[in-house]
T-cell receptor
Framework: RKEVEQDPGPFNVPEGATVAFNCTYSNSASQSFFWYRQDCRKEPKLLMS???SGNEDGRFTAQLNRASQYISLLIRDSKLSDSATYLC????????????FGTGTKLQVIP | GAVVSQHPSRVICKSGTSVKIECRSLDFQATTMFWYRQFPKKSLMLMATSNEGSKATYEQGVEKDKFLINHASLTLSTLTVTSAHPEDSSFYIC?????????????FGEGSRLTVL
């Protein structure tokens, strides 16, 4: 089983739609969780951290479920500019020594 | 936000030559930098963790003699692909974590696309 798994997609959704991605992780000792966004042929950029209590940033909502070992990202009112690959990132022990990236989920928002 | 600069962004070399890629944190100090490799339509694969002033920690399956990493200062880490072969062609990205900040956020370089002929 992969350490961090994501549905690769692609998710093709119309503008204005709501879309959700899930990411599962295998190591119960994982401490920190993030969603990064990567545009084609570009470097990943932090979208948001994921906290146990869940957190929201505008149209984006992230949730963490430790019991089931998954994190989710919800995007409301999708924009064309949201088209990208979304990477789930998990770190061990709250530090930087072990950072694992999910395979990424590709989102294509269509007009 | 913090800036990480990676150079060169593209490099084409002949088989058998060595290529050096630099990763610099421009406005912060990074005691730890990471080197990744990304194949087309694949996710980032961590190659090694670069620690300032000490030897890098390589992930399983990554040849340390093939991919030499040096982290001589708090703002610079280098990756040297030695005796490059066509199968080393890939997109290499570095990232850095700001020393003293435990947000977990990583700042990425722009990446270096290596093509070995």
């Amino acid at each position: 089983r992969k350490e961090v798994e994501q549905d690769p997609g692609p998710f093709n959704v119309p503008e204005g739609a709501t879309v959700a991605f899930n990411c599962t992780y295998s190591n119960s000792a994982s401490q920190s969780f993030f969603w990064y966004r990567q545009d084609c042929r570009k470097e990943p950029k932090l979208l948001m951290s994921v906290y146990s209590s869940g957190n929201e940033d505008g149209r984006f909502t992230a949730q963490l479920n430790r019991a089931s070992q998954y994190i989710s990202l919800l995007i409301r009112d999708s924009k064309l500019s949201d088209s990208a690959t979304y990477l789930c990132v998990v770190t061990l022990s709250g530090g930087y020594q072990k950072v694992t990236f999910g395979t990424g989920t590709k989102l294509q928002v269509i007009p | 936000g913090a800036v990480v600069s990676q150079h060169p962004s593209r490099v084409i070399c002949k088989s058998g030559t060595s290529v050096k890629i630099e990763c610099r944190s421009l406005d912060f100090q990074a005691t730890t930098m990471f080197w990744y490799r990304q194949f087309p339509k694949k996710s980032l694969m961590l190659m090694a963790t670069s620690n300032e002033g000490s030897k890098a920690t390589y992930e399983q399956g990554v040849e340390k003699d093939k991919f030499l990493i040096n982290h001589a200062s708090l703002t610079l880490s280098t990756l040297t692909v030695t005796s490059a072969h066509p199968e080393d062609s890939s997109f290499y990205i570095c990232s850095a974590a700001e020393a003293g900040r435990n947000t977990g956020e990583l700042f990425f370089g722009e990446g270096s696309r290596l093509t070995v002929l």
